[in-house]
């Protein structure tokens, strides 16, 4: 299994736990008296657990940008180093094509 798919692994994983303690947070508030601090308590969690989200996505996006800057990179670089060994051959095959045309034309082949 590769890295890339551990680690969505286990992002998931931690998302879903995350998840999970909101939802009994949710539920152990409904089962009591609540007061207003109880409210503010559980929107100041949302908006963390939001951040937290959200600061994941970001680093999971940054990291797949840069993935995907350093295979372009990569891309550009073998090709042209095709293209310089195109060129090479190409020059080594028409003075070799050159050099052949002027041994037969006197003889020495």
Do not use: P
């Amino acid at each position: 299994m590769s890295s890339a798919v551990s680690e969505a692994e286990s992002e998931l994983e931690k998302d879903t736990e995350l998840l999970e303690k909101r939802e009994e947070t949710v539920a152990g508030n409904r089962s009591g008296h609540f007061t207003i601090e109880g409210i503010d308590e559980g929107f100041k969690g949302e908006k963390v657990a939001e951040k937290q989200l959200k600061q994941k996505f970001e680093e999971e996006w940054s990291r797949r940008e840069e993935e995907w800057r350093r295979r372009e990179e990569d891309w550009r670089r073998r090709e042209e180093e095709l293209i310089e060994r195109m060129a090479t051959d190409v020059v080594r095959f028409r003075d070799r094509g050159i050099h052949s045309a002027s041994q037969e034309e006197e003889g020495q082949l």
